[in-house]
């Protein structure tokens, strides 16, 4: 099984970073729809996808219209603040994709308003400021690893020193 990670213009390359390392260490497909709020090769954003690289299945985008046409036909999920559906209320498909808006402004309203009933959620208290963008994402791709019994993850792990069964 397969998931997309779609980020659409993102500004701030510690958040491009840390969702590289989720992106990596559940060999979710990511997505980059410029233009971006940084160069490719910043410090910060190396810094922070540290040794996730050579495990990373990355794809840019030149403009929000490339993406559409280019994935017209597949399953997406919008993820905003504006959404009426929690995001653990959807049964996601294979080859899904999960989009994420810029860190400032989110998903244009046109495309939320395009795309109604694929609008999701993650709850937080009323009047609250947003989570952070690479949190987020965190919570959606686990959301749906869950929901896919975390397929090639492991799901166990061992101590160094001493057996779990002993």
Known sequence: ???????????IPQNTGNIIRTCAATNSRL?????????????????????YWQYLDLTFYDSTADFFEKNKDKEMYFYTTKARKVHSDVNYKDDCYLVFGREDAGIEEKI??????????VPMQNESRSLNLSNTVAIGVYEVLRQWNFPD???EGTLREFDWDN
């Open 1 to 11: 099984m397969k998931l997309n990670v779609v980020l659409l213009q993102p500004q």
């Open 153 to 155: 993850l492991l799901t």
């Open 31 to 51: 997505h980059i729809v410029k233009p971006m709020g940084f160069q490719w090769d910043d410090k910060k954003l190396k810094r922070a996808g540290l040794d």
């Open 112 to 121: 939320l308003y395009d795309n109604k009933n694929f609008c999701v959620r």
